[in-house]
């Protein structure tokens, strides 16, 4: 019945794990729930205000696909500002989020016959985006502390590589790929004529270095690259859905056509939303920023005191990425096993390493309340002592 395309596609497991939290807290089952990547704030109160004004000034017709004039101004503002990047306003499309955006970047530029180098562990949705191309993921393993460098890539290089995903600060790990490594990439993608789709939707979520932009680098790089960014993160936004991207005219030109064929526009009232989020008041972008900070080196802290449990410090994003290796046997051979069990045994949702190609570890968030993220530890703790005969 259903096309050779779609046939091993399968939920997103980070949704999946979601909904089953969802369900658990609607029955009434007090679950804390660390796995989907959502800030716990609710969207600042000037976007919100810009968007009840949006509705009240009858913002209810289709727009420009690609996203009104006024936000594709407002985002190559964002991008001169923030990243040192120049891009007209015409070059910028603006997605039903990140997420839309990486699918037509990679319906618009890879097919059977090309591959795609993803560095794991990876958001899983870059995968399955990359396969329902027919095009080949070549997933290469970082080890902890899971920073990219060109070397890794070099090995994974062939004459079919197309495309190199970059994702820094890196979705499940946190880790930021080092400035100088950065540069190398660079001139190894320019080297090989690949292209570079660079997802940086945690840029403004950094606690240890800045955020560099590989299209700046310079000019040879910016005409490789697609640079991807969008609300939802930096400004509490998911369910918005804005997602943006800039890069090379013809390449921006062709996901705007495919994207006028298969979505139209996003909602109109979260693009004028959109363009308060960046062009307004950015206090409170600060004010999150500060409070996942603090409880990044609080969850830390925390997991320093389990000795089962080891992580890598992550530089930004507001995930752990963690080893739970040391409890896995018997009874929990893998880490879906024990994700599994410690929802079901303690109420609480994390997503198994396997998620993103990295079997033996869990991802948290640690974007949930202090009383949330303290409850938790408790129970991750009752539950590996509770379990710890049972290992072997
Ligand atoms: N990219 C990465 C690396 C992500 O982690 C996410 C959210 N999980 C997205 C893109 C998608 O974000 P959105 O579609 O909400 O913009």
């Known amino acids: 019945m259903f096309s050779k395309r779609v046939q091993t596609l399968a939920t997103s497991p980070?949704?999946?794990?979601?909904?089953?939290?969802?369900?658990?807290?609607?029955?009434?089952?007090?679950?804390?729930?660390?796995?989907?990547?959502?800030?716990?704030?609710?969207?600042?109160?000037?976007?919100?205000?810009?968007?009840?004004?949006?509705?009240?000034?009858?913002?209810?017709?289709?727009?420009?696909?690609?996203?009104?004039?006024?936000?594709?101004?407002?985002?190559?503002?964002?991008?001169?500002?923030?990243?040192?990047?120049?891009?007209?306003p015409?070059?910028?499309?603006?997605?039903?989020?990140?997420?839309?955006?990486?699918?037509?970047?990679?319906?618009?530029?890879?097919?059977?016959?090309?591959?795609?180098?993803?560095?794991?562990?990876?958001?899983?949705t870059f995968v399955e985006q990359v396969k329902l191309t027919g095009a080949k993921p070549v997933l290469i393993k970082l080890k902890p502390p899971f920073k990219l460098t060109s070397e890794i890539i070099k090995k994974a290089l062939t004459p079919k590589t197309k495309v190199l995903l970059l994702n820094t600060p890196s979705n499940p790990t946190g880790a930021i790929i080092d400035f100088k490594e950065l540069q190398?990439?660079?001139?190894?993608?320019?080297?090989?004529?690949?292209?570079?789709?660079?997802?940086?939707?945690?840029?403004?979520?950094?606690y240890t270095e800045k955020h560099v932009s590989i299209a700046s680098?310079?000019?040879?790089?910016?005409?490789?690259?697609?640079?991807?960014?969008?609300?939802?993160?930096?400004?509490?936004?998911?369910?918005?859905?804005?997602?943006?991207?800039?890069?090379?005219?013809?390449?921006?030109?062709?996901?705007?056509?495919?994207?006028?064929?298969?979505?139209?526009?996003?909602?109109?009232?979260?693009?004028?939303a959109g363009v308060e989020a960046l062009n307004g008041e950015q206090t409170s972008v600060m004010m999150m920023k500060n409070a996942f900070a603090?409880?990044?080196?609080?969850?830390?802290?925390?997991?320093?005191?389990?000795?089962?449990?080891?992580?890598?410090?992550?530089?930004?994003?507001?995930?752990?990425?963690?080893s739970i290796e040391k409890l896995l046997g018997k009874k929990y051979p893998t880490a879906t096993a024990w994700a599994e069990a410690l929802l079901e045994k303690e109420k609480v949702a994390v997503v198994p390493g396997e998620a993103f190609f990295y079997p033996g570890y869990?991802?948290?968030?640690?974007?949930?309340?202090?009383?949330?993220?303290?409850?938790?530890f408790i129970r991750i703790k009752r539950f590996i002592e509770k379990s710890s005969g049972d290992r072997v």
Do not use: H
């Open 184 to 206: 190398k990439i660079a001139d190894l993608a320019v080297k090989n004529n690949i292209f570079v789709v660079s997802d940086e939707i945690y840029e403004k979520l950094v």
């Open 294 to 322: 603090k409880r990044r080196i609080s969850c830390l802290k925390k997991i320093a005191q389990i000795k089962e449990l080891s992580v890598s410090e992550p530089d930004g994003a507001f995930y752990l990425f963690i």
């Open 90 to 124: 015409s070059d910028i499309i603006v997605g039903a989020g990140a997420k839309q955006i990486t699918y037509s970047i990679f319906q618009v530029l890879c097919e059977k016959g090309d591959e795609v180098i993803i560095p794991i562990p990876a958001w899983n």
């Open 14 to 88: 980070t949704i999946a794990i979601d909904t089953k939290a969802k369900a658990f807290k609607r029955q009434g089952v007090p679950v804390i729930n660390l796995s989907v990547g959502e800030p716990n704030f609710q969207t600042p109160e000037n976007i919100k205000k810009a968007a009840i004004k949006a509705i009240q000034e009858g913002n209810s017709f289709y727009t420009d696909p690609s996203g009104i004039v006024e936000l594709r101004v407002a985002i190559a503002n964002k991008f001169a500002k923030d990243n040192g990047l120049t891009y007209d």
């Open 362 to 376: 869990i991802r948290m968030s640690y974007a949930a309340s202090d009383e949330d993220l303290k409850e938790a």
């Open 217 to 272: 680098l310079n000019k040879k790089i910016k005409d490789f690259t697609i640079t991807i960014n969008g609300l939802s993160k930096t400004y509490a936004m998911t369910g918005w859905r804005v997602g943006f991207a800039s890069g090379p005219k013809e390449i921006i030109a062709k996901m705007k056509a495919l994207q006028s064929q298969m979505l139209g526009n996003i909602s109109a009232i979260s693009q004028k």
